[in-house]
Structure formats: C-alpha cells, structure tokens
C-alpha cells in the first residue's frame, strides 16, 4: 500500500474491545432468536438437540466419545444457520426462480443433510463400540 488509509467495508464496522464483543454477542443473540422464529427447520434441529446433549451427557461414555457425539449435534445446527442465511441472502436478492438461487439452495440443503447424516455414523459408530 501507498499509505493511505484503508478504507473501511462498512459503516457499522470500528467496533473495539469489550464493547465489540458485547455488541457481537447480541447480534449472535438476535440471529439465533430470528433463526428459531422464522426457520421450522432450525427450531426442529434444536429440539433434536434439547433431547440428543443431555442424553450424550448421561451416557456412561468417554468423554472423546461424548464429545463427538455432542459435537456432531452441534455441526448440524451451525450448518442449518448457514444454509438459512443463504437462503435469506438469495430470497433478499429475487424471490423469483433461478437456476443459480436454486443451486446455491439446493447446495446448503446438501450441507444440512450431510451433517445430519453425520451425526447418525457419529452416534451409531460411538454406541456400538
């Protein structure tokens, strides 16, 4: 760089320390409540989640072996997070159909389902052994 100062991406960037954190802490809050309000999906997943934790929790298990079992669960939550983000993000642009907003939808759908999936093996492969 010549020197200048960099220009910021956005105006509600600058943000520093303990404030920061606090302010993203809230945010992080209010995407959750938005993402269980509005997403079925989402609110189906925690509930999944509200049953599976403590259930992981209780088994008498390893902790390696709970912690890839709770961790699983958890992957499947921030996965549907993201994929409804994307789909958001798309439904913001046009809520018209398009072959692109359909893949990227079709992609995060993708994501979700593997994780899910994942957490099948995870649980199955723990439990059996």
Known sequence: MNGEPIAEESPFKGETGLRRIWKAFGYSLSGLRAAYINEDAFRQESWLAAVLIPV??????????????????LLVLIVELLNSAIEAAIDRISLG???????????GSAAVLI???NVLVTWALVLIS
Request: hydrophobic fraction near 55%.
């Open 56 to 73: 992981a929790l209780v088994l008498p298990l390893p902790g390696t072996a709970r912690a890839m079992m709770i961790g699983s669960v």
């Open 97 to 107: 159909r398009h072959r692109l907003s359909k893949r990227a939808k079709d992609i």
């Open 115 to 117: 994780a899910l999936l």
